[in-house]
C-alpha cells in the first residue's frame, strides 16, 4: 500500500526539520539570527519547522517572568517572557523578515502591508479605516509641542531630522511628508531587512534610509552627519531601556549630543517601566538637555491595543496560513499557539503581560521633547 501525500509530506517535513535543527541554529528564533541576515522563504519556512518539533517549544510554555514587578506573568496565561529568554537582535529580524513575506494582510476589507510595527496611541488623529492609525498618531504627536513648531517656523521647515531605529520607515516617511514636509530625514535601523523595506517602499530625494549593523552608539556605531548638525533626534518604540539607563543606552544618549546642534531637540516617545522613565528624567539633564513637554499617554496607549486588537488578529491568522508547519498534526497546533503569544505579547495585545503592565502601571507610554542646552 502507498503512502497517501499528506502522511508522505509529514514524514518529509519531520526529516528536513531534523536536519535542519541538527544544522544550523534556524529553530532557535528566540536567539538564533542577527541584525544582518536575509531570510529567504524556503529557510523562513524550515526553521519554522525546526521550532516547531524542538524543546523550545514546552521551555517557552513553561516560562514565567517576574522581571520588574511584585506579579509573576506566565507564558501560558499571558506570553510572559523575561528579557534574558532573548535577544532582541534574533526577534526583530524574525520579524522584520516576516513582515516581507506576508506581504499584503486583508484587514476591514482593506489591505495593507505591515509596516507600522508600533503600538501607537489614541484617539486617532486619522480615519477609523486607517489600519496603522495608532502608529501615525504616535509619531505625529511631538508636533504638539510649541517649541517644535516654533524650530520649524524659524528654520522655515528646512531641518534636519535623524530617526534612531526606525524600523521598515513608516514613520519617517510618514513624518517627512506630512509632518515635516520641508525636512531632510534620515532613518537609521539596525535591522537589514527592515533597511530594506525602507528603501523598497519609502526611500526619497529627503527621505535617506540607513542600516547599521551593530546599532547607533554601540561598537562604533554612529549616525553618518557631522557633529551639531540636526535640528531633531528622534527615538520612537525602539528597543532601549527597557530596565534601566544603562552602558547601552548612555552610549545611544552620546551619539545623539554628538549630533545634536546647540538648542536642537531630542524627541522620545515609547512604553517603558515607569521607574525607567524617572532614571532618565534624572540623567539627561547631567549631558546637558533640560525637558520641554512631556505627555503621560499610558491611556491612549491602552485604548490603542484595545481598538486594535482585530489587526493584530489578522496578522496572526496570515502568519498561520503562510506557514505550513502549522499543518503539522501534534505538533503543528502547540507551535502555532506558542507563536501567536510570542507575537501578540510584543504587540502589547489585550491580555498579553506587556499590555497588563501597562494598566498596572508598572510601564508608562510617554512622549518627551528634550532641548540640548549645550
Known amino acids: 500500500m502507498s503512502v497517501g501525500k499528506p502522511v508522505s509530506l509529514v514524514i518529509l517535513s519531520f526529516v528536513v526539520a531534523a536536519v535542519v535543527q541538527k544544522a544550523c541554529k534556524a529553530g532557535d528564533f528566540l536567539k538564533g ?19 516547531c518539533v524542538s524543546p523550545l517549544v514546552t521551555q517557552i510554555n513553561g516560562t514565567v517572568e517576574h522581571r520588574g514587578t511584585d506579579i509573576d506573568y506566565t507564558f501560558v496565561e499571558s506570553g510572559g517572557i523575561n528579557e ?11 520579524l522584520y523578515n516576516l513582515y516581507e513575506q506576508l506581504g499584503e494582510i486583508t484587514y476591514a476589507n482593506r489591505t495593507f502591508e505591515f509596516t507600522f510595527n508600533t503600538w501607537g496611541v489614541a484617539p486617532s488623529d486619522f480615519g477609523e479605516d486607517d489600519p496603522q492609525r495608532h ?56 535591522q537589514k531587512a527592515a533597511i530594506d523595506t525602507c528603501n523598497r517602499l519609502h526611500a526619497s530625494d529627503r527621505l535617506e534610509c540607513v542600516h547599521i549593523p551593530q546599532g547607533v552608539g554601540n561598537a562604533g556605531g554612529a549616525v553618518p552627519l557631522a557633529d551639531s548638525s540636526a535640528d531633531f533626534v528622534i527615538i520612537l518604540e525602539t528597543h532601549i531601556a527597557e530596565q534601566s539607563i544603562g552602558p547601552e543606552e548612555k552610549a545611544i544618549f552620546a551619539e545623539v549630543t554628538r549630533v545634536l546642534k546647540p538648542g536642537g531637540y531630542f524627541l522620545w516617545g515609547n512604553a517603558l517601566p515607569t521607574g525607567v522613565w524617572h532614571d532618565a528624567e534624572k540623567y539627561l539633564p547631567t549631558i546637558g538637555y533640560t525637558t520641554v513637554d512631556r505627555w503621560n499617554n499610558t491611556l491612549g496607549a491602552v485604548r490603542a491595543r484595545d481598538e486594535d486588537s482585530p489587526r493584530c488578529d489578522a496578522v496572526i491568522e496570515a ?31 489585550k491580555g498579553t503581560a506587556l499590555y497588563d503592565k501597562m494598566v498596572q502601571g508598572f510601564h508608562s507610554y510617554m512622549h518627551y521633547v528634550f532641548k540640548l542646552e549645550k
Request: hydrophobic share 40%; aromatic share 14%; charged share 20%.
Open 319 to 349: 502568519v498561520k496560513k503562510h506557514f505550513v508547519a502549522f499543518e503539522v498534526p501534534y505538533f503543528g497546533e502547540p507551535c502555532h499557539d506558542v507563536i501567536s503569544k510570542l507575537i501578540l505579547n510584543f504587540y502589547r495585545d
Open 135 to 190: 502608529g501615525k498618531t504616535s509619531y505625529s504627536y511631538f508636533s504638539k509641542s510649541a517649541e517644535v513648531q516654533q524650530q520649524l517656523t524659524k528654520a522655515d521647515g528646512k531641518v534636519q531630522i535623524v530617526e534612531i531605529g526606525c524600523g521598515t520607515g513608516a514613520g519617517a516617511s510618514h513624518l517627512s511628508q506630512n509632518v515635516f514636509p520641508n525636512s531632510m530625514y534620515m532613518a537609521i535601523d539596525m
Open 84 to 94: 534574558d529568554d532573548y535577544d532582541k537582535g534574533s526577534v526583530y529580524a524574525i
Open 33 to 51: 539570527y542577527t541584525s544582518e541576515m536575509r531570510i529567504p522563504g524556503w529557510q523562513f519556512q524550515m526553521g519554522v519547522m525546526a521550532f
